[in-house]
């Protein structure tokens, strides 16, 4: 496909830019990322000021997901075709746009419209979309680079739950989504200005050149395992991380706790997600997504048995140090299999089912709540849909070691 940057595309693959590039998409994505976690911190005061129950005020988090879903697979097609910096552009204006008018809705409603159509759509782009982008300039670093990029998203979720509590507590929650919107503003329009170099065209058998790797599947096939694996690992990865400060309140321990916890959970799913990827460069994506997934499914358990204050702070940093690569190895998994000029478009499609995953796993978990009146049902339910992530991967698994035996 023909990439129309205006700007002549800059060094090459594995330079001193691309690091720099990783790490301004770092930045990025954790100033970005607070559409998905800010919606997460205040659902009970949300829930509290709309007066609905606590299905329909999970809805704006599952509407934030939706259209999170839509703009992975949206934005990632625009990259394929013009590059990152402009779908960038406007994706960032629009999730401070939707940020500054959730802090005027006056219903459940608008709170939701808001979430779903803006901030879930302008959120993506430091997803799918960056993840897609930075991979074209790695090749030895591919898996380091690809887990690096999307721990991004993941310091944002240990950053802004630590920050939001202090400042809702002192004005308010609608004056907290004002503001982070007009922080976002002013901080990744910059940044996007600074990535408008085209990625690099791989010279062909140029050192640390990677070919696409075989694989006993149909490029349709694999997709298809790797939207179910990814469906199956964030339904059940959203028990946590959405009602986790909803769950602290159920049990008296307040929001700060559970604010508390879901910052812990993310600071290790960063370190999982920057080990994945220097495991991933060694052992390759499947072995390393194997082993995650496995992780997730045993830490999930966990959270039947322990409810004390001091054993629930333990139990998120597990599930955080458990699964926080799962999600980035389905990336690299498509670049070492697919071809690398559907990257965008291809990641886009994997990233939307796990994001449905999310928006599913959060919606679910708050509608077994309702029917049951505690989550132990919905923690359960959780570890029942990490079972169909094993299967998929497994099957996947299979495929690609009965591939490499025939090539030796």
Known sequence: MTRTDSIQPGPGIDSSYAWMRLA??????????????????????????????????????????????????????????????????????????????????????????AQGVLIGVGTSVIFGPLIADISH????????AVTAAA??????????????????KAEGWRFTYAAIGIFCLVTMVPLVLMLRRGAPAPAAGSSGSRTVQPISLSPAALQVLLVLAGLGCCVAMSMPQVHIVAYCMDLGYGVAHGADMLSIMMAGGVVSRLASGFLADRIGAVWTLMIGSVLQCLSLLFYIPFDGLASLYVVSLVFGL??????????????????????????????????????????????IYDLT?????????????NL???????????KARRSTAVMA
Request: charged letters at 10%.
């Open 24 to 113: 301004i998409s770092m930045l990025l994505a954790t100033i970005g990322a607070v559409g998905m976690w800010a919606v997460v911190v205040v659902l009970p005061a949300v829930q509290a000021e709309f007066g609905v129950d606590r299905a329909a005020a999970s809805m704006p988090y599952t509407a934030t997901m939706v259209g999170f879903a839509a703009g992975n697979v949206l934005v990632g097609r625009a990259i394929d075709r013009m590059g990152y910096w402009i779908p960038a552009l406007l994706s960032s204006i629009a999730l401070s746009a939707g940020l500054l008018l959730a802090a005027l809705s006056t219903s459940i409603l608008q709170f939701t419209l």
């Open 137 to 144: 300039w790695f090749n030895r670093r591919r898996g380091v």
């Open 151 to 168: 721990a991004g998203n993941y310091l944002a979720g240990a950053l802004w739950p630590t920050i939001m509590p202090t400042l809702m």
């Open 322 to 367: 458990s699964q926080g690569g799962i999600v980035p190895c389905y990336a690299i998994i498509v670049r070492d299999y697919m071809p690398a000029r559907e990257a965008g478009q291809r990641i886009g499609i994997v990233m939307m089912a796990t994001i449905f995953g999310m928006a599913i796993g959060g919606w679910m978990s708050g509608w």
């Open 373 to 385: 009146g505690s989550y132990a049902a919905a923690f359960l339910n959780g570890i029942a849909w």
């Open 388 to 398: 169909l992530n094993l299967v998929a991967i497994g099957l996947l698994f299979w």
